[in-house]
């Protein structure tokens, strides 16, 4: 299972921390992340940290702005989000079993999400 939290309304330029309670597997059985979906648009891939070496990957569109991290015993991940801006709203969901394939982030499962806001 995968529970995100810590959404909310946010000013543009400002900061939010998105964590995920994960149970049922272990991050070094499956590569964790992140990914978005705002109001009309299609899913987009937001981060994915290795099971092999911890790397992560990262969308073009928050790559510098946003970083994935995982505490293993605490099985939850998250999500730092600086330099917030007005296109980064959306429902976010941590996944579990990410991927990239041909440059595009995948996931395989995922839980409830929680919505971001950013105004300007």
């Known amino acids: 299972q995968l529970q995100a939290s810590g ?9 939010l ?6 149970s049922g597997f272990t991050f070094d059985d499956s590569a964790i992340g992140w ?21 992560t990957l990262y969308g073009d569109s928050v790559k510098g702005r946003f970083a994935a991290s995982s505490d293993k015993a605490k099985n939850t991940i998250y999500l730092q989000m600086n330099s917030l801006r007005p296109e980064d709203t959306a429902v976010y969901y941590c996944a579990a079993d990410c991927d990239e394939v041909h440059g595009v ?16």
Do not use: N
């Open 17 to 22: 921390r998105l964590s995920c309670a994960t």
């Open 7 to 15: 959404g909310g309304s946010v000013q543009a330029g400002g900061s």
């Open 105 to 120: 982030l995948i996931y395989a499962h995922w839980g409830q999400g929680t919505l971001v806001t950013v105004s300007s």
């Open 35 to 55: 990914f978005r979906q705002a109001p009309g648009k299609e899913r987009e891939g937001v981060s994915c940290i290795s099971k092999y070496d911890g790397s």
